[in-house]
C-alpha cells in the first residue's frame, strides 16, 4: 500500500519530459503477434492448451515493413470446438445512436439500463465481429464486415481487411463465405476495393434465399426504427453485393451443411433470410448468433432493435435460441456483443443472463 501511495505521489510531480518519455514506452509495446500464419499460431497453440488464444504469443514484434498491421487493441481471438477452429476478427466498432437499443420502452427505461451498465447515455458502441472458422478442408469467413464508410460516418469499422491480413488469414485461402445476412455492416467488406479479386473464382457464399430475394425486390423498412441515411445504404449495399457476387451466390433454403460440423440454419427475424452458425465437433458446440442478439437482449430480450425488419419475430425467435443456449450450456458469439464475445447463456427468472467467458491464455 505504501509503494503504491508513493508511486502515485512521485507521478504527479513527473516532469512533462518524462511523461512524455513513458508515453513512447507504452506505446512501443505491442501486444499482438503476426509473423507467424494462424494456422502455425494455432496448432503450437493447441498442443500447449487446446483452448489457448493467439494472443498467448506475447513476442515483441514491431514490423516497420508491414505499417498499419501493429495495433495496441487485442482484434483477434482463437478458440476450438471440438476439432473445428475458430477465430473471432474484430472489424471493429459502430457508434450508433442509443435508441437503437429498443425503440419498443421509454427512453427513461432505456437511459436507466445504460446507467446501470456504466455506458454512456446518448450512443451505443457496438462491436463488430466477424468469424473464421476452418472444419476439414474448408476456410470459412461468417461476415465480412463493414467495409468502406458508406459516407455515415463509421470510421471506427471496416478494419476486417486488414485484421485478417495482421492474423495471416490470406483472403485467397477462403473456400466459403456464410452471411447471416445482407446488412452493411455483414456484407459491406466483400465490396471493398480490391477484395474480390484476391478472392478465389471458386469462392462460395451460403445466404438463405429468403434474404437474397428481400434485397433483390422491394425490402420493406416499414417496421424498423434507424437513424437517418441508414435505409439507402443498407438497400444500395445490399443491391451491389447481389450485383457483384451473384455467380458465386449458394442460396439455401432451410439449412446447409458448409463443412463438417458447420451448419448454416435460417432464423428469420432480423431480416427474412437472417441465419445463425451452429458449430459442433467432439462434444463441443458453439453458436455464431449473427444480430439475433444483442448485449441487452439478455435482460430484455423483449426490446426491438432498431435494424430488425420483424421485431416481433426477432424477439420470439431470440428467446428461443437463449433458451436453448441456456439448456444445453453451448457458447455463444454474436456480432454485436463486446469482442470477443465468447459468452454462456443463463436463465435468469423470466429473462436471461450474459455470462462472459474468461479469457483463455
Ligand atoms: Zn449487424
Known amino acids: 500500500m505504501q509503494n503504491s501511495q508513493h508511486a502515485i505521489a512521485d507521478s504527479s510531480t513527473k516532469s512533462e519530459q518524462e511523461e512524455t518519455n513513458m508515453r ?22 493447441s498442443k500447449e492448451n487446446p483452448k489457448m488464444n493467439t494472443q498467448g504469443t506475447a513476442r515483441k514484434t514491431s514490423q516497420p515493413d508491414r505499417p498499419g498491421l501493429d495495433e495496441l487493441v487485442p482484434s483477434r ?3 476450438k470446438v471440438g476439432a473445428i477452429d475458430v477465430m473471432v476478427v474484430s ?39 466477424a ?5 476439414g478442408d474448408r476456410t ?21 481487411g486488414q485484421r485478417l491480413q495482421a492474423a495471416g488469414i490470406d483472403l ?34 451460403h445466404v438463405a434465399a429468403f434474404e437474397t430475394k428481400f434485397w433483390g425486390g422491394r425490402p420493406d423498412f ?54 445463425v452458425v451452429r458449430l459442433a465437433s467432439g462434444g463441443d458446440r458453439l453458436t455464431f448468433a449473427g444480430d439475433l442478439v444483442f448485449q441487452v437482449g439478455f435482460e430484455h430480450p423483449d426490446w426491438y432493435n432498431g435494424f430488425e425488419h420483424d421485431p416481433e419475430e426477432a424477439a420470439r425467435v431470440r428467446v428461443g435460441l437463449l433458451r436453448e443456449l441456456a439448456a444445453n450450456r453451448e457458447s455463444l458469439v454474436a456480432t454485436h456483443l463486446s469482442f470477443p464475445s465468447v459468452c454462456h447463456v443463463a436463465v435468469d427468472g423470466d429473462v436471461f443472463r450474459w455470462v462472459p467467458g474468461p479469457w483463455e491464455y
Open 131 to 135: 468469424v473464421v472458422v476452418r472444419s
Open 24 to 45: 513512447k514506452t507504452t506505446m512501443s509495446l505491442d501486444n499482438t503477434s503476426h509473423e507467424r500464419g494462424y494456422k502455425d499460431e494455432h496448432t503450437r497453440n
Open 77 to 79: 481471438y482463437a478458440l
Open 140 to 160: 470459412i469467413l461468417i461476415d465480412a464486415g463493414i467495409g468502406a464508410d458508406p459516407g455515415l460516418n463509421l470510421p471506427r469499422a471496416g478494419k476486417l
Open 172 to 205: 485467397a485461402s477462403v473456400t466459403d463465405v456464410v452471411l447471416t445476412h445482407m446488412h452493411m455492416d455483414h456484407c459491406g467488406g466483400l465490396l471493398v476495393d480490391g477484395v474480390r479479386e484476391r478472392l478465389r473464382p471458386d469462392l462460395r457464399i
Open 91 to 129: 472489424d471493429g466498432v459502430l457508434s450508433l445512436p442509443e435508441s437503437m437499443l429498443g425503440h419498443n420502452v421509454d427512453p427513461a427505461v432505456r437511459a436507466a439500463w445504460l446507467e446501470d451498465k456504466f455506458l454512456p447515455p446518448d450512443v451505443l458502441e457496438w462491436a463488430l465481429n
Open 222 to 275: 416499414s417496421r424498423v426504427h434507424m437513424p437517418p441515411g441508414f435505409p439507402d445504404a443498407l438497400r444500395r449495399t445490399a443491391k451491389r453485393f447481389l450485383d457483384e457476387y451473384d455467380s458465386q451466390l449458394r442460396p439455401f433454403d432451410k439449412e446447409y451443411e458448409v463443412a463438417p460440423g458447420v451448419l448454416v440454419h435460417r432464423t428469420g427475424g432480423h431480416t427474412p433470410g437472417h441465419s
